[in-house]
């Protein structure tokens, strides 16, 4: 009801007139936007009837890793193992201690050795020499041609030792004495142990012969290149059959 407020009226007046306003309705609005629906894949098995499975890989034991073994006492399995091993029983060698049974050579037997395979190398330098005759040449004696000479003469030895450790066998003058070369604790020396003694010897022989003349103090009669290279001859007829490692 619209209007203005009507004074009151006595008996007789007229009634007042209602105005009244025409019914609006309330405008509509508008509705709220629909939210993103992010899209779900729909599942393809009921997840209550889907029984977890466990597979199980086959293990494989993985071989152990094969190491270097190095020192004394212990060789690789290939090496033949020409005399047993007397190893302390704690097993671990010592530096300067052969632990076999098989005897080193006399000083006697080892200078018959060397002395046959410096004939060798004097046979090749005669050879060389008779050639350079042969072809005209002048060999000439000086101070000027003499450490020459010196040079072809060490070169020619290292040649001749280098070549038997290549081979992985012993020289002429050891095998025709009846010697052969084993390691500390038995075993057939490798390239490796034979070239390391070669270089010993040159060592033991520029130390004015001293690293040979210790074999006569030396407990053991070893050199300082047996020492150095852990190998030693001893007479090869006292064993020939390897034993099993």
């Known amino acids: 009801m619209r209007g203005e407020p009507i004074p009151f009226a006595g008996r007789g007046s007229a009634a007042p007139v209602m105005d009244f306003a025409p019914w609006q309705e309330p405008a509509p609005q508008a509705p709220p936007p629909p939210q ?6 729909g599942q393809l098995f009921d997840p209550s009837q889907i029984a977890p499975r466990v597979v199980r890989m086959p293990m494989r034991d993985k071989p152990a890793a094969s190491k270097p073994v190095t020192g004394r006492g212990k060789q690789a399995v290939a090496q033949p ?10 097993g671990v060698p010592g530096d300067s201690t052969i632990y076999c049974d098989a005897p080193v050579a006399l000083p006697l037997h080892r200078v018959m050795a060397a002395a046959v395979d410096a004939s060798m190398v004097l046979i090749s330098l005669g050879i060389f020499v008779l050639i350079l005759v042969f ?8 101070k000027a041609t003499l ?9 020619t030895l290292t ?6 450790c290549l081979a992985n066998t012993d020289t002429i003058g050891m095998r025709s004495c009846g010697l052969r070369l084993i390691t500390f604790d038995g075993m057939i020396p490798d390239r490796r142990q034979r070239v390391q003694r070669t270089v010993a010897g040159y060592i033991s022989t520029m130390a004015g012969t001293l690293g040979l003349l210790w074999s006569l103090v030396d407990e053991e009669k070893l050199t300082w ?3 150095m290279s852990k190998t030693f001859p001893t007479p090869a007829g006292r064993k020939t059959q390897p034993i099993a490692w």
Request: zero cysteines; glycine letters at 2%; a negative charge.
């Open 225 to 227: 290149h047996d020492h």
């Open 36 to 41: 993103p629906v992010e899209p779900m894949q």
């Open 159 to 164: 040649v001749y030792r280098v070549m038997w």
């Open 147 to 155: 450490p020459m000479y010196a040079l072809a003469v060490l070169v």
């Open 81 to 90: 193992r020409l005399f047993p091993s007397q190893l302390p029983p704690d």
């Open 135 to 142: 072809s005209g040449a002048a060999i000439v004696l000086n």
